[in-house]
Protein backbone atom coordinates (compact mmCIF):
# COMPACT_ATOMS: atom_id res chain seq x y z
CA UNK A 1 0.00 0.00 0.00
CA UNK A 2 3.10 2.52 0.74
CA UNK A 3 4.32 2.07 -2.55
CA UNK A 4 0.44 3.06 -4.44
CA UNK A 5 0.31 6.29 -1.60
CA UNK A 6 4.43 7.08 -2.90
CA UNK A 7 2.68 7.07 -6.41
CA UNK A 8 0.19 9.01 -5.62
CA UNK A 9 2.28 11.63 -4.04
CA UNK A 10 4.58 11.68 -7.08
CA UNK A 11 1.96 11.44 -9.74
CA UNK A 12 -0.11 14.84 -7.54
CA UNK A 13 3.09 16.88 -7.57
CA UNK A 14 4.11 16.24 -11.35
CA UNK A 15 0.60 16.94 -12.22
CA UNK A 16 0.77 19.85 -10.71
CA UNK A 17 3.81 21.18 -11.77
CA UNK A 18 2.77 20.31 -15.50
CA UNK A 19 -0.65 22.01 -14.78
CA UNK A 20 1.32 25.35 -13.85
CA UNK A 21 3.64 25.06 -16.57
CA UNK A 22 1.05 24.97 -19.07
CA UNK A 23 -1.83 26.64 -17.69
CA UNK A 24 -1.56 29.74 -19.60
CA UNK A 25 -1.51 28.18 -22.89
CA UNK A 26 -3.91 25.29 -22.58
CA UNK A 27 -7.22 25.71 -24.08
CA UNK A 28 -10.07 25.55 -21.72
CA UNK A 29 -12.46 22.50 -21.95
CA UNK A 30 -15.70 22.67 -22.55
CA UNK A 31 -16.32 18.77 -21.42
CA UNK A 32 -19.23 17.91 -19.27
CA UNK A 33 -18.78 16.66 -15.76
CA UNK A 34 -18.31 13.21 -15.30
CA UNK A 35 -19.66 11.29 -11.89
CA UNK A 36 -17.24 10.57 -9.46
CA UNK A 37 -18.13 7.99 -7.12
CA UNK A 38 -16.42 8.31 -3.55
CA UNK A 39 -15.62 4.84 -2.65
CA UNK A 40 -12.69 4.99 -0.21
CA UNK A 41 -10.47 7.99 1.75
CA UNK A 42 -6.68 7.07 2.57
CA UNK A 43 -5.56 9.15 5.63
CA UNK A 44 -1.81 9.91 4.70
CA UNK A 45 0.24 11.56 7.85
CA UNK A 46 2.48 13.72 6.00
CA UNK A 47 3.41 17.09 6.04
CA UNK A 48 0.88 18.25 3.31
CA UNK A 49 -1.79 16.15 5.42
CA UNK A 50 -4.74 13.35 4.96
CA UNK A 51 -5.79 12.73 1.19
CA UNK A 52 -9.36 11.98 0.41
CA UNK A 53 -9.39 9.80 -3.40
CA UNK A 54 -12.31 10.63 -5.32
CA UNK A 55 -12.03 6.98 -7.90
CA UNK A 56 -13.44 7.48 -11.07
CA UNK A 57 -13.39 4.30 -13.19
CA UNK A 58 -9.35 3.16 -13.42
CA UNK A 59 -8.23 6.67 -11.54
CA UNK A 60 -8.46 8.45 -8.16
CA UNK A 61 -7.84 12.40 -8.17
CA UNK A 62 -6.69 13.42 -4.30
CA UNK A 63 -8.19 16.27 -2.40
CA UNK A 64 -6.15 17.08 0.37
CA UNK A 65 -8.47 17.78 3.43
CA UNK A 66 -7.93 18.91 7.31
CA UNK A 67 -7.87 15.64 9.85
CA UNK A 68 -11.35 16.92 11.10
CA UNK A 69 -12.74 16.76 7.73
CA UNK A 70 -10.79 13.42 6.99
CA UNK A 71 -12.85 11.90 10.03
CA UNK A 72 -15.64 13.04 9.40
CA UNK A 73 -15.83 12.12 5.79
CA UNK A 74 -15.04 8.65 6.86
CA UNK A 75 -17.30 8.41 9.63
CA UNK A 76 -19.80 8.97 6.76
CA UNK A 77 -19.02 6.74 4.35
CA UNK A 78 -18.27 4.16 7.53
CA UNK A 79 -22.46 4.94 8.33
CA UNK A 80 -21.11 6.12 11.99
CA UNK A 81 -23.28 8.14 13.71
CA UNK A 82 -21.14 10.35 16.30
CA UNK A 83 -22.44 10.96 19.97
CA UNK A 84 -22.76 14.23 19.57
CA UNK A 85 -23.15 15.67 16.01
CA UNK A 86 -20.31 17.33 14.10
CA UNK A 87 -20.16 20.08 11.95
CA UNK A 88 -21.32 18.09 8.47
CA UNK A 89 -23.94 16.18 10.99
CA UNK A 90 -25.71 19.27 12.13
CA UNK A 91 -25.78 21.14 8.95
CA UNK A 92 -27.65 17.63 7.50
CA UNK A 93 -29.74 17.83 9.59
CA UNK A 94 -30.65 21.41 9.73
CA UNK A 95 -30.98 20.69 5.78
CA UNK A 96 -33.50 18.15 6.53
CA UNK A 97 -35.87 20.16 8.96
CA UNK A 98 -35.91 22.28 6.17
CA UNK A 99 -36.92 19.99 3.78
CA UNK A 100 -34.02 20.79 1.58
CA UNK A 101 -31.71 18.39 0.46
CA UNK A 102 -27.84 18.47 -1.10
CA UNK A 103 -29.10 17.70 -4.44
CA UNK A 104 -25.02 17.01 -6.39
CA UNK A 105 -21.71 18.55 -5.89
CA UNK A 106 -19.56 19.54 -8.30
CA UNK A 107 -15.52 19.92 -7.91
CA UNK A 108 -13.40 22.22 -9.70
CA UNK A 109 -10.01 23.47 -9.60
CA UNK A 110 -8.38 26.73 -10.24
CA UNK A 111 -4.90 28.00 -9.49
CA UNK A 112 -3.82 24.58 -7.54
CA UNK A 113 -7.07 24.47 -5.42
CA UNK A 114 -10.25 22.49 -5.38
CA UNK A 115 -13.11 24.23 -4.99
CA UNK A 116 -17.00 22.95 -4.78
CA UNK A 117 -20.61 23.97 -5.98
CA UNK A 118 -22.69 22.45 -3.74
CA UNK A 119 -26.35 22.60 -4.57
CA UNK A 120 -29.25 22.26 -2.26
CA UNK A 121 -33.09 22.15 -3.89
CA UNK A 122 -35.40 23.80 -1.45
CA UNK A 123 -38.75 21.87 -2.82
CA UNK A 124 -37.33 22.30 -6.88
CA UNK A 125 -35.40 25.53 -6.40
CA UNK A 126 -31.99 24.65 -6.84
CA UNK A 127 -29.37 27.16 -5.28
CA UNK A 128 -25.92 26.43 -5.80
CA UNK A 129 -23.47 27.74 -2.87
CA UNK A 130 -19.76 28.00 -2.95
CA UNK A 131 -17.91 25.42 -0.66
CA UNK A 132 -14.67 24.12 0.51
CA UNK A 133 -14.52 20.45 -1.97
CA UNK A 134 -13.84 18.55 1.08
CA UNK A 135 -17.07 19.90 2.97
CA UNK A 136 -19.23 20.20 -0.22
CA UNK A 137 -18.27 15.94 -0.32
CA UNK A 138 -18.63 15.68 3.14
CA UNK A 139 -22.12 17.10 2.67
CA UNK A 140 -22.93 15.29 -0.52
CA UNK A 141 -22.23 11.90 1.35
CA UNK A 142 -24.48 12.26 4.28
CA UNK A 143 -27.51 13.28 1.48
CA UNK A 144 -25.93 10.17 -1.44
CA UNK A 145 -25.81 12.87 -3.60
CA UNK A 146 -23.52 12.47 -6.54
CA UNK A 147 -20.29 14.30 -6.85
CA UNK A 148 -19.27 15.85 -10.34
CA UNK A 149 -15.57 16.23 -11.54
CA UNK A 150 -14.98 17.73 -14.94
CA UNK A 151 -13.34 14.90 -16.96
CA UNK A 152 -10.70 17.02 -17.83
CA UNK A 153 -9.77 17.70 -14.30
CA UNK A 154 -9.47 13.76 -14.21
CA UNK A 155 -7.49 14.07 -16.87
CA UNK A 156 -4.95 16.49 -15.83
CA UNK A 157 -5.10 15.05 -11.95
CA UNK A 158 -6.38 11.79 -11.64
CA UNK A 159 -3.96 9.18 -10.35
CA UNK A 160 -4.17 5.57 -12.05
CA UNK A 161 -5.21 3.24 -10.11
CA UNK A 162 -2.95 -0.28 -9.90
CA UNK A 163 -5.56 -3.28 -11.47
CA UNK A 164 -6.97 -5.25 -8.56
CA UNK A 165 -5.52 -8.74 -8.36
CA UNK A 166 -7.09 -11.38 -7.01
CA UNK A 167 -6.17 -12.73 -3.67
CA UNK A 168 -3.67 -15.29 -4.16
CA UNK A 169 -4.52 -18.93 -2.30
Same mark, same amino acid.
Given at each position: ?????????????? &? *?? %?? $???? !?? #?? /????? =?????????????????????????????????? &? *?? %?? $???? !?? #?? /????? =?????????????????????????????????????????????????????????????????????????????????????
Amino acid at each position: MSKLLRSLWASVAF &S *LA %AA $SAGA !AD #AP /QSMSE =PAEVQVQSIEVIFSQVGPVVLLKFRNKAVPVFVD &S *LV %AG $SIQG !AL #AG /QKPPR =PLSHDLMHTILESLDAKVSQVVITHKEGIYYGALTITVGKTPKVFDSRSSDAIALAIRFKAPILVQQSLVDSFGVDLPQARGKEL
